[in-house]
């Protein structure tokens, strides 16, 4: 089974996209998605995580910008990301995690915003 993600794409400064992920197969026993970003040269970081009751997580940047949701009959998660920054540019990783620790990553969607 593996995590598709789409969505990404190129924007300008204060442009919006909406992510999307969801798994090719079945996956049991998830209890928590979310997304991660890569820019070049720096670390993966995470951007936002959504537990199966709706807590949610976000980083610093991402508050009061980005918005995560989930659904969870479809197993799929979603992040709608307005007022992009440059900064934001990366690649964009979806994640899931089950009760049995283990992990699904997607392949990455590039998010890129231009100045």
């Known amino acids: 089974v593996q995590l598709q993600a789409f969505g990404g794409g190129f924007v300008q400064t204060g442009g919006c996209l909406r992510l999307s992920c969801a798994p090719s197969g079945k996956i049991s026993g998830v209890n928590a998605r979310g997304w991660y970003r890569q820019a070049p040269g720096k670390e993966r970081e995470l951007v936002a995580t959504i537990l199966n009751n709706g807590i949610t997580n976000y980083e610093e940047s991402a508050k009061g910008r980005f918005s995560i949701s989930r659904d969870i009959h479809l197993n799929s998660v979603y992040l709608q990301m307005n007022s992009l920054k440059p900064e934001d540019t990366a690649v964009y990783f979806c994640?899931?995690?089950?009760?049995?620790?283990?992990?699904?990553w997607g392949q990455g969607t590039q998010v890129t915003v231009s100045s």
């Open positions: 994640h899931q995690k089950t009760n049995y620790g283990r992990e699904y």
